[in-house]
């Protein structure tokens, strides 16, 4: 396995790979691996010849007041981890590399339709910056497909309607949230949490999944289940950002008429962001 910091190191080795006739699947990562990218990487060897994994802090999906600093760095453990997931090339470009004229850049992807709500609503730069680095990886490794968690499922539906939208000739494909055993959704996240707050964290998968056996057991004023929620997540001791049903498909606010629906929570643990979500069909026969 290879290590690959320029642009067009990179675009050379692909191209080699291409004239083999080998197809080439994209995991893109900001590094600190668990076991939810490792994941990534075996579900990628179903679909391409070549892996490459792509490690890239990206400030512009960072707000000033966010934890781009801070965010952890540990490539050796990453390099070892993906080696043994028989990943085959690492894509670990500098900030300069990616962005050559700073993150204040010219061009930037927006999908307007899917921002504005949800993360993109408390973190009004994040899901564009996601989309123009995104972009970039896909302009730079072309790869036939791309695959994202379904923890982050806004990001995933924000992804996919641009490859849509802007003919972006890539398989995008949404993988199982890997969780611990206490529930957990796996995140990198997750190793800011003191002892006491890792023991808290799992109450939110309970509350979501609570929430979606009221639902197919005919709870049907979903606003109120909303409001009433908050309320729950905010006494089991965090501070609740959102929390909201929604269609799966489209990410309007859904209700008792709409059959695959999502829930989607926020929370913080002190100055740690939690979000999950649990997605689930409400058939007629529950209304
Ligand atoms: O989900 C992530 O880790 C990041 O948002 C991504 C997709 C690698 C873009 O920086």
């Given at each position: 396995m290879q290590t690959i910091s320029k642009i067009a190191d990179i675009r050379d080795i692909i191209k080699a790979e291409r004239k083999k006739d080998k197809t080439i699947g994209l995991v893109p990562t900001m590094g600190n691996l668990h076991a939810g990218h490792i994941s990534l990487v075996e579900q990628m060897h179903q679909h391409a010849d070549i892996v490459i994994t792509s490690i890239f802090v990206n400030p512009l999906q960072f707000s000033p007041n966010e934890d781009f600093d801070t965010y952890p760095k540990t490539m050796q453990a990453d390099q070892e981890k993906l080696e043994a997931a028989g990943n085959h090339y690492i894509f670990a470009p500098s900030a300069t590399e990616i962005y050559p004229e700073g993150t204040t850049s010219k061009t930037l992807v927006s999908v307007n339709a899917l921002d504005?709500?949800?993360c993109g609503k408390s973190r009004p730069t994040h899901l564009t910056g996601v989309a123009t680095v995104v972009t970039k990886l896909f302009n730079i490794i072309m790869p036939d497909h791309a695959i994202f968690g379904l923890k982050d499922y806004?990001?995933?539906?924000?992804?996919?309607?641009?490859?849509?939208d802007l003919c972006m000739p890539i398989n995008i494909i949404g993988a199982p949230i890997v969780r611990d055993d206490a529930g957990l959704a796996l995140s990198s996240r997750n190793n800011y949490l003191s002892g006491e707050q890792q023991q808290i964290a799992p109450?939110?998968?309970?509350?979501l999944n609570f929430v979606k056996q009221a639902i197919l057991d005919g709870e049907n004023n979903f606003r109120e289940l909303e409001k009433q929620t908050m309320l729950i997540i905010e006494e089991s001791g965090f501070k609740p950002d959102y929390f909201e049903i929604r269609t799966q498909n489209t990410?309007?606010?859904?209700?008792?008429?709409?059959?695959?629906?999502?829930?989607?929570?926020?929370?913080?643990l002190g100055k740690t962001r939690l979000i999950d979500n649990v997605r689930f069909e409400n058939n007629e026969k529950n209304n």
């Open positions: 504005g709500i949800l806004q990001q995933l539906m924000v992804i996919k309607q641009m490859a849509i109450r939110l998968n309970q509350i990410l309007k606010s859904a209700t008792i008429a709409d059959h695959k629906l999502a829930i989607f929570v926020a929370a913080f």
